[in-house]
């Protein structure tokens, strides 16, 4: 089945860290537009960052600018969102999207392939 998955939500205080991760079996990532997404409760799900398809340029919400980073190891086909100076409004369920093509757009959806989620607790 093709679908992302991804791992290193948790609990963290104020001002902490974490480094999700999305990997994919039968999905080679690099060829794809990929997604971070979060949900949190009550709350519809907002574009987070993203690595456009087209012209491979990576994309930020403004709320996360300057806190939050997106990579991708195409050896180990993983994307990463290192997420630091986390605040408790981040608290929410993180998932990961690819899509065949996503330009600049690649913010909003749809996409093709959508992760399960990664919970993240941002709690004192």
């Known amino acids: 089945q093709m679908q992302p998955v991804e791992s290193g939500g948790g609990l963290v205080q104020p001002g902490g860290s974490l480094r999700l991760s999305c990997t994919a079996s039968?999905?080679?990532?690099?060829?794809?537009?990929i997604g971070w997404f979060r949900q949190a409760p009550g709350k519809e799900r907002e574009g987070v960052s993203c690595?456009?398809?087209?012209?491979?340029?990576?994309y930020y919400k403004d709320f996360v600018k300057g806190r939050f980073t997106m990579s991708r190891d195409n050896a180990k086909n993983t994307v990463y969102l290192q997420m630091n100076s986390l605040k408790l409004e981040d608290t929410a369920v993180y998932f990961c999207?690819?899509?065949?093509?996503?330009?600049?757009?690649?913010?909003?959806?749809?996409?093709?392939?959508w992760g399960q989620g990664t919970q993240v607790t941002v709690s004192s």
């Open positions: 039968g999905l080679t990532l690099e060829r794809y537009a």
């Open positions: 999207a690819a899509d065949t093509h996503r330009g600049r757009n690649c913010l909003s959806g749809p996409y093709d392939y």
């Open positions: 690595i456009s398809s087209s012209d491979g340029g990576t």
